[in-house]
């Protein structure tokens, strides 16, 4: 009997995830209240004032989902799956947010920056 192989991406093997540098991005909860960010997705460019780091709480303006400033809650990066870098916007994963009752997640990161 022939078995059939299924490809994962190396991203949703728990090793792989844990050995992750993680230095190509930020965590939001070590960053200060009130900082604004530039986050560019694949699709869009996003706006993002940290209103409570410690607990995800942003605003976020951009896309077609946040045409204005928007409270939201960012529940970190994640490609996809159910793994998700609490917290964390990094490039090349997708941002998972919460808002106006619903998920949100983004296409890949690709640049994330301080906005001075």
Request: proline share 4%; with cysteine.
């Amino acid at each position: 009997m022939k078995q059939e192989q299924i490809s994962v991406p190396a991203s949703a093997i728990l090793s792989k995830w844990c050995e992750e540098p993680w230095t190509n991005g930020m965590q939001i909860d070590l960053r200060e209240d009130m900082e604004k960010l530039a986050v560019r997705t694949r699709n869009t460019l996003y706006e993002i004032t940290i209103i409570e780091g410690r607990t995800g709480g942003i605003l976020i303006r951009g896309g077609r989902f946040f045409p204005e400033l928007t409270p939201a809650r960012l529940t970190g990066a994640t490609m996809g799956g159910s793994f998700c870098k609490m917290r964390g916007i990094y490039v090349g994963f997708r941002m998972e947010l919460f808002a106006h009752g619903q998920r949100f997640v983004t296409t890949p990161v690709e640049s994330v920056g301080i906005v001075l």
